[in-house]
């Protein structure tokens, strides 16, 4: 059996047993009534946290991206303002993956970052104190109803920021219909099921509810979502008191896997922050685990201090939760640059990349606006580049002699051997094309909602891009012609000197201002300076028609590449 045989094969029982899997789900909901309120909760709960993230990306227009980007100059900063951006959007994987796009878009530098992380996972704690202490207290199912009409409707009916607005209120409501469903869901079990056997003197129970709240985290995407059913469950007695710390912590590690999962298809810069986030849990969670037992004492001492009920078992998880995050990063926050160093050596960046392959346009950087902006702004300036040392092989002249220093008249009037030249058409289709294709893929797949600024500068960098592209296409026939009249006895050399060396201090001004729009007047002055030749040159028989023709066309296509670029 061929490959492709195989490989229909494999879909084919794979989707026979996705199938048979959602039928036994089905069944199993069907007769356990109790068990489809606790699915359809978790199922409300994880959607309602998609809308709301959704809605705050397209509220923020940019704005959370740039302020997470200032924070990372001090370490301090960094996790205060980690902290509050994960309250502020209740996921930790959120701010994660934006910190993970800006270390693979260069925009800051991974101590930073680190330390960026290091309070995303500060904030998360802050969830599990509203649902311990609203969440589980209150009839939310009550509250969820006008949130959810004034949503659903306000989503259908509204467009721009008050769709936006519309889409936070809907997930509010899902999150607060599914916080009740799975309270109902628990409910039922009340009777039905105790973990209370589980919990036994032996250490080995603890890193087994560990690893329940890994996996729990995991399946879900959700560190949030394995915190509700853990209070939920601790909150009805199904649940004991340390095992459900137990729970907690492994929920933390469980959060790895999406910054794991982002780093995959990124860059160095995008792993080594995935590592320090691993590293950042994994030690968190093994000085928490093997503190187990201190740590619940110190928090029932300050759960006294400020006045907890004894038996205020969620609320003291959510202390528990905040006390060992904070112990964590009390611990890591001196290690930050010699974990960034480590984490540099064992994920160095590629010292031999393909010629087209992009740098930056990374997965993650997809995520955020901000970033894909960053992105796209940065790999079009590398394909920029590279098109000014192409153009300038297509000028014959040496891009150190054009793009490093303004070029001279000397530069331009060297002999020039063809052999040294390799063809335009060649270097495109290897070095411009691929990454031209690379860019395009990227633009297109941008689908963050762009604030009107970004939205231009968007559109600006894909034009200029396309430029970019044509001039080097004019290069190509222009190079052709050069290399036909190359020698010194040429009766074109003259006027192919002057064009080229007008041509390499426009392509010097650019690469020194991308911005600059007058770069044209050198060969301009060529061109008009030749046109009045040319009629003295024939008269003169200084040129046949036949090479005049020619030189008309070489400064036209000169005048069409200068164009393309200034354009």
């Known amino acids: 059996m061929t490959r492709q045989g195989v490989a229909r094969a494999l879909l084919s029982r794979r989707r026979q047993l996705e199938a048979l899997g959602l039928a036994a789900a089905a069944a199993l909901l069907l007769a356990r009534p109790d068990l489809a309120t606790l699915a359809a909760g978790l199922g409300l709960f994880l959607w309602g946290m998609t809308r709301l993230q959704e809605a705050i990306k397209r509220l923020s227009g940019g704005t959370l991206d740039r302020w997470l980007h200032a924070a990372t100059s001090k370490p301090l900063r960094a996790i205060g303002v980690g902290a509050a951006a994960t309250a502020l959007v209740q996921s930790s994987s959120l701010v994660t993956l934006l910190a993970m796009s800006f270390v693979g878009a260069g925009l800051v530098a991974l ?34 109803m006008p949130f959810l009409a004034i949503g659903l409707l306000g989503s259908r009916l509204l467009d721009d920021g008050r769709a936006a607005i519309a889409g936070l209120l809907l997930g509010v409501g899902l999150l607060f219909l599914g916080i009740d469903f799975m309270k109902l869901g628990f409910a039922a079990w009340q009777n039905g099921l105790s973990l209370d056997g589980l919990a036994g003197g032996s250490a080995w129970h603890w890193p087994l509810f560990v690893l329940f709240g890994v996996l729990a985290t995991v399946v879900m995407q959700s560190s949030h979502a394995t915190l509700l059913i853990t209070l939920a469950a601790l909150a009805g007695g199904q649940l004991p008191y340390l095992p459900a710390l137990a729970v907690a912590i492994g929920a933390n590690v469980g959060t790895t896997v999406t910054a794991v999962l982002g780093a995959l298809g990124s860059g160095a810069p995008a792993r080594r922050l995935a590592g320090a986030h691993v590293a950042f849990n994994l030690v968190t969670a093994a000085v928490a685990l093997a503190l187990l037992v201190p740590l619940a004492w110190v928090v029932d001492q300050l759960g006294a201090f400020i006045g907890l009920a004894e038996d205020a078992w969620p609320l003291k998880l959510a202390l528990f939760h905040t006390l060992f995050n904070l112990l964590g990063i009390l611990l890591m926050l001196p290690w930050i640059p010699r974990l960034a160093t480590r984490l540099e050596r064992l994920f160095p960046q590629p010292t031999h990349l393909l010629p087209a392959q992009a740098r930056y346009l990374t997965p993650a950087a997809l995520q955020h606006a901000d970033t894909a902006m960053a992105a796209m702004e940065q790999e079009c300036h590398r394909l920029n580049r590279r098109a000014y040392h192409l153009l300038c092989s297509a000028i014959l002249v040496p891009s150190a002699e054009a793009i490093g220093h303004p070029p001279s008249r000397e530069v331009v009037e060297r002999p020039i051997a063809p052999e040294d030249w390799p063809t335009v058409n060649a270097r495109y289709h290897e070095r411009i094309k691929p990454l031209m294709s690379e860019i395009l893929d990227f633009y297109a797949r941008i689908d963050e909602p762009l604030t009107e600024q970004q939205q231009a500068r968007l559109e600006t960098l894909y034009a200029r891009t396309l430029r970019m592209v044509e001039a080097v296409r004019f290069g190509e026939v222009l190079q052709r012609s050069l290399l036909r009249h190359a020698a010194p006895a040429s009766p074109l050399r003259a006027a192919h000197d002057e064009i080229r060396l007008a041509l390499a201090q426009g392509l010097n001004r650019l690469a020194n201002d991308p911005e600059a729009s007058d770069i044209a007047g050198p060969i301009d002055e060529v061109r008009q300076r030749w046109q009045r030749r040319l009629a003295e040159h024939l008269r003169e028989h200084r040129l046949d028609p036949w090479l005049a023709s020619s030189l008309l066309n070489d400064l036209h296509q000169a005048s069409r590449l200068i164009g393309a670029l200034a354009a």
Do not use: E, K, S, V
């Open 111 to 144: 101590p930073g970052a680190i330390a960026l992380l290091f309070g995303a996972n500060l904030g998360t704690t802050t969830g599990a104190w509203l649902i311990a202490a609203f969440g589980l207290r209150f009839d939310l199912a009550a509250f969820a």
